[in-house]
């Protein structure tokens, strides 16, 4: 808030005359946003003017800026990737008509989603040498500081600081492609399939609403959020990802796709976080608080989770259940769609990769839903609603798993 006060002024602006905009994620608990809004409140009391704040859902503010922006856009689904959850909101004609949000998001690319103290992650082990190599080689001894610092013992902290190195200012003279780490993986064949896996289910998991909900395709699929950066590690082309997109809705609905889709906000140029906070301004005055939009899907993806579904109602027919789910999925993955839109022509995929994958997949399934649903009902403040899908508990697993087992298969 000082930084912001501060800029302000060096602007000639009037700080009683500026609004502050801040978003959330649709799934933190009522008692937890209470506390938020309370501290932005008063810090603007103390640095700007005797006034609140506005707040907005991060599904909910880029779906303001890509319906300005885009004169075609009606039915758009936006995909807001952080580093802990993603937001979806599904809207049409600029309103949003539903919510969903889930603990699946960028940081379980690159940490054990499992446990607090791993300090392994198969993607980061095998590329950080190289960089730490190439920061001694230039002399850049502040950024070897912090990438030895005690924060970068955990793995998704040290993936946030390879991602940063392109726009440092201290690696400005370097050829650019040697520390631009989303490139480096992007022309890399034996992690993709990872990424491929990632990207597919949160689709696979957007399409199942779909059929669910009954409503028409998106015409859209917009992405905002830090975390979305990584979905150009797949490819960096945006209709070759639009047309695999494609298919996916079109195996999970069964018939065929209902007109055109463009991929938004993955430009190689667009900034992600920017398209919210433009979408904050754009929608400042409007309702903030989607909530009462909020819908859950069950795990074997054909029916929404209804107040009645608690905690205690998990039974092993509800774990059995998610678990085939969850294997229904990989087969989808990694066979049926592979075979409809073969990763290696299309995103260049490791064929080794690939096997370890199908491998991988097969195991600890349950193991992984069961701790997802410890972890879960760990942090839920005692509620007995559940509050997400458990659909993506066990692939947060198996892709820590992968990856670790993709490293010892380069070692």
């Not at 993607?123 to 502040?142: A, S």
């Not at 609905?253 to 667009?270: H, N």
């Not at 009645?308 to 990989?330: G, P, R, S, W």
Request: include cysteine.
């Amino acid at each position: 808030m000082i930084m912001l006060r501060n800029k302000v002024l060096l602007n000639n602006g009037d700080l009683r005359k500026t609004k502050v905009t801040w978003f959330y994620p649709i799934s933190m608990a009522p008692k937890r946003l209470n506390k938020l809004r309370s501290t932005w409140n008063a810090a603007y009391l103390k640095y700007f003017a005797n006034a609140t704040t506005n707040c907005m859902t991060e599904s909910s503010a880029p779906i303001h800026y890509f319906f300005r922006r885009y004169a075609t856009a009606t039915n758009l689904v936006n995909i807001d990737i952080g580093g802990g959850t993603t937001d979806i909101a599904f809207a049409k004609d600029k309103e949003v008509m539903h919510v969903t949000s889930f603990k699946f998001a960028s940081n379980v690319l690159f940490e054990n989603s499992f446990s607090d103290v791993d300090p392994n992650n198969g993607i980061v082990e095998y590329y950080k040498n190289t960089v730490c190599n190439l920061l001694k080689e230039k002399n850049l001894i502040e950024l070897l500081d912090v990438f030895n610092g005690d924060n970068n013992a955990y793995p998704a902290n040290m993936a946030s600081f390879l991602f940063s190195l392109k726009n440092n200012s201290m690696t400005k003279e370097l050829e650019s492609k040697c520390l631009d780490f989303n490139y480096i993986l992007q022309e890399d064949e034996n992690f993709k399939i990872v990424f491929i896996i990632f990207y597919t289910a949160i689709i696979y998991h957007i399409a199942q609403i779909v059929k669910v909900k009954n409503v028409k395709m998106p015409r859209h699929i917009t992405f905002s959020g830090n975390g979305s950066k990584v979905i150009r590690i797949i490819t960096s082309d945006p209709k070759g990802l639009a047309k695999y997109t494609k298919l996916i809705f079109e195996e999970v609905i069964g018939q065929k796709y209902d007109g055109e889709l463009d991929i938004l906000g993955l430009d190689t140029d667009s900034n992600p976080k920017e398209l919210t906070c433009k979408g904050g301004l754009l929608g400042i005055g409007t309702a903030a608080d989607d909530k009462d939009k909020i819908i859950i899907l069950k795990a074997k993806g054909d029916s929404l989770v209804s107040e009645e579904d608690t905690y205690d109602t998990i039974d092993d027919l509800y774990i059995n259940q998610t678990i085939t789910a969850v294997k229904d999925f990989f087969e989808f993955t990694l066979s049926r769609m592979n075979n409809l839109f073969n990763f290696d022509d299309n995103f260049g995929v490791e064929k080794k990769s690939l096997e370890i994958a199908k491998d991988i997949c097969k195991k600890d399934i349950e193991t992984y839903l069961r701790k997802g649903l410890a972890q879960c009902q760990e942090e839920s403040d005692g509620k007995e609603n559940i509050e997400e899908t458990l659909f993506f508990y066990p692939i947060k697993g198996v892709l820590h798993s992968l990856s670790q087992s993709i490293y010892e298969s380069l070692k």
